[in-house]
């Protein structure tokens, strides 16, 4: 495709326009840390202050903190907010140098989100960021395909069905596993590492046979007894991470766990529990993961290599291609511009310039998503649209930035 077409001329955000005549000015960013200043979810005393990750929960347009022992824990309805700070020297050779933090701020989109509550995180995000300095880098996630960083914050990440808007169904406070057998109330959770990842995804699943993939490992529960069902294809570490999900769903109450494996004869009770067939019609147990990592995706749904600038040095804003292939590298970044690199799919990154104009600083998730339908629109990729979407600061670049544009 020719990367600039319908890109190229962004009339519709004219410089002069007195929308954005402010946008990035001192009193913008004085309105905007007056604004974050007040949000009682940054003002605890730890955000910008400690390292470590912090999360929050959109729930009616309020950011509500998440308890230390729920991080990593998301619903498929809702949006979430997720900041990491680190330790950074300045000078690394020297015992004494000033240390300060840097920051990332994810949020994370579930596949069931409304769009308010998407609409709050991503405005959130930009005011968290103000709050920190504005030098934080912002990244946009999809429950679908995550980024390898994402997935490298937590050692399990566990996504079940629900939502603050629908409520949850799974184990309530008070709920007993009388009441859920009764009800016949069955959860399914499917355990897997996505491939080249330490972190292991645990994620609520249809409660029928189609779910299962004999490459993964399933816990069942029925309310009076846990099942774990073991593909005939999983890895001994799927085995011992459902083991601890096991464990940790037992402590809150006691019932009697079984586990098979799929080479077993025994493991087509569960099977038939889910709705399956009988032993001499058994059905192909073959389902995709859910949850892919970026990595891992876009291995299977690679583009080209591409780096464009965004630029308003001739009086309007334009989008230009110039650069792809392995080549690019961060000497053809310019600090007075934005510049967006498209990581062959694994990640877009939007690197804005220390000297880029109020206008350009403004557009850039407008560009990359402008970008993103571009893409899909000339058949490229269809699935474009889940690419991990990423912006950084000139001179706060993160090692997963400065490993894309390195040569």
């Known amino acids: 495709m020719a990367p600039h077409e319908g890109l190229?001329?962004?009339?519709?955000?004219?410089?002069?326009?007195?929308?954005?005549?402010?946008?990035?000015?001192?009193?913008?960013?004085?309105?905007?840390?007056?604004s974050a200043a007040t949000e009682p979810a940054w003002n605890d005393g730890r955000v910008g202050k400690q390292p470590g990750i912090l999360v929050w929960?959109?729930?009616?347009?309020?950011v509500v903190p998440q308890p230390a022992d729920k991080r990593g824990e998301f619903y498929d309805g809702d949006s979430y907010i997720v900041l990491h700070s680190w330790t950074i020297k300045d000078d690394k050779n020297?015992?004494?140098a000033a240390e300060r933090l840097g920051?990332?701020?994810?949020?994370?989109?579930?596949?069931?989100?409304?769009?308010?509550?998407a609409g709050t995180a991503a405005y959130k995000t930009v005011e968290l960021d103000e709050f920190l300095?504005?030098?934080?880098?912002?990244?946009?996630?999809l429950q679908k395909a995550p980024s390898d960083d994402f997935l490298a914050l937590f050692p399990r990440l566990t996504i079940r069905s629900g939502g603050v808007a629908s409520g949850f169904r799974h184990v309530e406070a008070g709920e007993t596993s009388a009441e859920r057998e009764r009800e016949g109330?069955?959860?399914?959770?499917?355990?897997?590492?996505?491939?080249?990842?330490?972190a292991v995804v645990v994620y609520e699943v249809e409660p029928t046979w189609e779910s299962l993939d004999e490459g993964d490992v399933f816990v069942l529960d029925v309310g009076n007894k846990i099942w774990v069902w073991q593909g005939g294809k999983c890895s001994p570490m799927e085995k011992a991470k459902a083991a601890q999900v096991v464990h940790d769903m037992t402590q809150a109450k006691h019932v009697d766990v079984e586990v098979v494996s799929q080479t077993e004869s025994r493991s087509w009770v569960v099977v038939r529990m889910l709705g399956g067939g009988e032993d001499g019609?058994?059905?192909?147990?073959?389902?995709?993961r859910p949850v892919v990592a970026s990595s891992r995706w876009q291995q299977e749904h690679k583009r080209p290599r591409r780096l464009f600038r965004l630029t308003d040095e001739s009086g309007e804003l334009t989008f230009q291609a110039?650069?792809?292939?392995?080549?690019?590298s961060s000497g053809d970044l310019n600090g007075d511009d934005v510049f967006l690199l498209d990581d062959e799919g694994k990640t877009i990154w939007v690197w804005v310039g220390s000297g880029a104009s109020k206008a350009e600083r403004a557009l850039w998730l407008k560009v990359a998503q402008s970008y993103v339908r571009r893409v899909q629109a000339d058949g490229e990729a269809s699935e474009a649209y889940l690419t991990p979407i990423a912006q950084v600061h000139q001179g706060h670049e993160t090692a997963s930035f400065r490993k894309a544009i390195a040569v």
């Open 8 to 34: 190229v001329h962004l009339k519709e955000y004219d410089i002069e326009d007195s929308n954005v005549e402010l946008i990035g000015t001192d009193i913008d960013h004085q309105v905007k840390y007056n």
């Open 57 to 62: 929960r959109i729930e009616d347009f309020t």
């Open 94 to 96: 020297d015992d004494d």
């Open 103 to 117: 920051h990332e701020i994810f949020f994370w989109l579930g596949s069931k989100t409304s769009q308010d509550e």
């Open 133 to 141: 300095g504005g030098a934080a880098t912002q990244r946009r996630e």
């Open 185 to 198: 109330i069955r959860t399914l959770l499917r355990v897997f590492r996505p491939a080249g990842q330490g």
């Open 281 to 288: 019609d058994r059905p192909t147990l073959s389902r995709a």
């Open 322 to 328: 110039v650069k792809e292939g392995s080549s690019i």
